[in-house]
């Protein structure tokens, strides 16, 4: 049972799916620091001073916090600013990928290959046509 569990854990495709998941994982952090800490502050200041992380709904009447973090303590929130980042998180993780399978198909799509010329049949063959050519002219 060690051996097959071995075997199906250093499998080329186990191996290879464990690496994207490593790797996704950190590029995933990349992404949300760039949006977190690059995108939303520049898109709240182009809207003139928005900070769009905490804009939230209360829920309940008891919520007079400013913070979304805060506002959660309080009581029920939508958090809606949090899930506006989030949303552009994912679409530039989207468009990132999108344009990174793009470049990797157009590498995998190569120009096909010459038609392959025949090979010269095997001497018997060669040799069997002949006669069949040779009976096919005596009738």
């Given at each position: 049972?060690?051996?097959?569990?071995?075997?199906?854990?250093?499998?080329?495709?186990?191996?290879?799916?464990?690496?994207?998941?490593?790797?996704?994982?950190?590029?995933?952090?990349?992404?949300?620091?760039?949006v977190e800490d690059i995108l939303m502050p520049i898109i709240g200041w182009i809207a003139g001073g928005l900070?769009?992380?905490?804009?939230?709904?209360?829920?309940?009447?008891?919520?007079?916090?400013?913070?979304?973090?805060?506002?959660?303590?309080?009581?029920?929130?939508?958090?809606?600013?949090?899930?506006?980042?989030?949303?552009?998180?994912?679409?530039?993780?989207?468009?990132?990928?999108?344009?990174?399978?793009?470049?990797?198909?157009?590498?995998?799509?190569?120009?096909?290959?010459?038609?392959?010329?025949?090979?010269?049949?095997?001497?018997?063959?060669?040799?069997?046509?002949?006669?069949?050519?040779?009976?096919?002219?005596?009738?």
């Amino acid at each position: 049972m060690l051996k097959e569990f071995r075997e199906f854990a250093l499998k080329g495709n186990v191996v290879d799916l464990a690496v994207g998941v490593i790797i996704g994982a950190a590029f995933g952090k990349i992404v949300a620091s760039m949006v977190e800490d690059i995108l939303m502050p520049i898109i709240g200041w182009i809207a003139g001073g928005l900070d769009f992380s905490n804009y939230f709904l209360p829920l309940v009447k008891g919520v007079t916090a400013a913070s979304y973090a805060d506002a959660k303590a309080q009581g029920a929130v939508i958090g809606y600013g949090q899930f506006l980042t989030i949303s552009i998180n994912f679409i530039i993780v989207a468009w990132v990928l999108f344009v990174v399978i793009k470049a990797v198909n157009k590498l995998r799509r190569q120009a096909p290959p010459p038609p392959a010329v025949p090979a010269a049949p095997p001497e018997d063959v060669a040799l069997l046509r002949e006669i069949r050519d040779l009976l096919a002219k005596s009738k």
